[in-house]
């Protein structure tokens, strides 16, 4: 590892006050005087960035010149959150930050919360990519994120007074963004459509690409790397003589094309979205990418030599969304700079690595023939030749001609498709999951015959999370108390320290302590929740939560039918409402607004929400609140405060979870099915620790065999347990929807029909957890000592460790020497 340098910030507080100043004068043009909140943000965030300047030239001069091969992220999306407390802490700069703002009238938090929190991405995919980034930086590891600067990012939720969910659009650039640095003078262009003539491409029209840079600091390593995110303009913004016509938006035809392609994210998360929009965003991103590393490592040179190529970089593909890129840099080597095919494939297949995040088959991309072939003709000719060759390389390795039609790259159904995930794994050195359970299914199931004939290929890397913004910024007070416990911060940059606590959970004032600090997080949040929601939380209840995209596998429709079931109980007068553990329920999530079952999901939680809540039977026992607009400010504020945290994904379907990492490494503990990451969660922090329910892998297969969801099977399980019977009832016969028997029918017809995920299934299993739950949680000193332990046991999922792994097994490359100065 490269020597860790501290960050070189020794600036006092008054200095760093006189330098927000500064930058209100010179930059904004405001008085402190006149200044507002945002002002004060906009000159903080750029005064701490000019610290990291320094840094950041010296960085990306020591990529070019070193020899260590540099990794090029290529995401369609990084889910990056708010920046400047991030920024602050990597810069060294946090208390003087406090101290300065204060001395210049304002709230240290009232500035970090006039930052807009930008959602340019979807979920755990998106996420990743930032946890990524910061370790990659925090590691020394030389490295550029490459991305899309959307204009609208993930949709903003509200509910209507249905409870139904409403997506308005969320332009994060509204307010002034001080982090991205628009680079006018780097743009590329990128080209599209046309015909080829021989094996020449003529394009038909071209965008420009210009990046929008953001730093990505370090902790603590004194380096600052680079997320290029691309954004789209015209190459003629408008067209005068057409506008003297009068034609107006004729005459910016040229822009609106354009610049729709970065207009906005798609909203989906783990399903395939089939749109040419979508293929134009993935072209247009990789294709300036590609150009950026080839100028870059090779700086000023008109004929480079190209078979360096793999060792200056490497491309790593976050799922199928980048897959383009592999055509486009054999269009590259081939016809810009007149390589043989063998030389190019080389090169090519030596530069790129595939992660595949999910299971659902549906959610493998695959491209039209007819679609790629109009709008990259020569795209397409070079992904038949890769085909043609695949399916020739192949022959020498089995007879089984059933096997090599399953493989090819281009199927033969009459309207051929493209399979990303299969381009990929035949031209990737590597292809990995994201947990081991997963990397295990694709290696058996997804992804069979490839791993069948080329095994060397697969590997397995398990997520894992940044411990800077989800421990160390999230939640002070444990960090505080950590620190106190190992007698050091260094934890924060080598999370397998955490291990140090494990004698800790039997010092009973340190469990006391602990288990204080969750209750002072509670109170906080119960706070938070009432200045932005309104709602009325008790913090002396069991904070139960389950944050996450909304999505049948993830089974929220389990959650909320074990509340209604409890509910009925509690009002039929078989449970006795003493007997219970006061319980606080809350769901964060957003479904795809063309996710119809996801949608109603979302209505009966908030109509669920409404009924408990306003039942004085209920009071003070259960309640059942569901933030909107699910955003990273959430995850920060709600995780720390988090008793008991829901991974009830049906077995198999959750590739890994990194939510559920969150949580264990802030002291909550896991109800969860042996899913994802769940399973190394469990054997990591002690089966004894984590609560297990509901079918395994082998059982769900099992399941399904005997046509669980073909033979309408669920509908045993409901006639045969009564709670479960009352829960449905009750969403049927319009206890949560006015007396209107309508509004969930599609939901309760496909529990009763369907149940794809084994809903019912699994109920019984997930009830009978609970009143071990409940058990557990009544000896506060147990609960405690199991979410120290729960901390203790997670250093593993930093993904400073994932990062290593991927150095190891994917990438080849490790840490730059440490920077002298
Ligand atoms: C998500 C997976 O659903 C989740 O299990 C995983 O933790 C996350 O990626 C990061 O690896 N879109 N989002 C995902 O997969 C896809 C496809």
Known sequence: MAAITAPHNPISATDFANEIRTELKYTQGVTPKEATVDDVYVAAATAVRKHLVDSWETTKQDMVNGNTKAVGYLSAEFLMGRQLQNALLNAGLTDQFDAAVKELGYDPKDVIDAEYEPGLGNGGLGRLAACFIDSLASLGVPAFGYGIQYQYGIFKQKFDEDGKQIETPDYWLLKENPWGHTDYNRQVHVSFGGKVEGTKWVPAWSVRAIPVDYMVPGYKSGRVNTLRLWTAKAEDELDLLTFNKSEYTKAVANQIQAETITKILYPEDSTKVGKQLRLEQQYFFVAASIQDAIRTFYPGQDKPDLTTFPQKICFQLNDTHPVIGIAELMRVLLDDYGYDW??????????????????????????????????????????????????????????????????RIISTDKEPK???????????????????????????VTLKDFSDLFPQKFTNVTNGVTPRRFVKIANPRMSDLITEGLGTDAWISDLEMLKGLVPLADDPEFVKKFAEVKKANKRDFAAFAKRKYGFDVDPNTMFNSMIKRLHEYKRQALKILSVISTYANIKSGKINPDDLVPRTVFFGAKAAPGYYLAKQTIQLIN???????????VKGKLAVYFPWNYNIELAENLIPATDLDEQISQAGKEASGTGNMKFALNGALTVGTLDGANVEIRNLVGAENFFLFGMNVDEVTDLYAKGYDTKGLSHDYYESDPDLKQAIDLVADGTFSDGDKDTYKDLVNDWLTKD?????ADFRSYMD????????????????????????NSGYFSSDRSIEDYLERVWMTGPMPAHRA
């Not at 063998?342 to 995040?357: L, V």
């Open 342 to 407: 063998d030389t190019a494939w080389d090169i090519t297949s030596h530069t790129f690595n595939y992660t595949c995040h999910t299971l659902l088959p549906e959610a493998l991309e695959q491209w039209p023939v007819s679609l790629i072939s109009e709008l990259l003709p020569r795209h397409m000719q070079i992904i038949n030749e890769i085909d043609r060759r695949f399916v020739e390389e192949l022959k020498g390795l089995t007879s089984d001609e059933e096997k090599i039609d399953r493989m």
């Open 418 to 444: 493209v399979r990303m995930a299969y381009l990929a794994t035949a031209a990737g050195q590597h292809v990995n999951g994201v947990a081991e359970l997963h990397s295990e299914l694709l290696k058996d």
């Open 756 to 760: 794809y995920f084994m809903t019912l």
């Open 769 to 792: 957890i609970q009143s071990k739950i409940e058990e557990t949680y009544r000896d506060e000193q147990k609960w405690a000592r199991m979410a120290v332990l729960n901390v203790a």
């Open 607 to 617: 109509n669920v929400s409404r009924v408990i809540n306003n039942d004085p039977a």
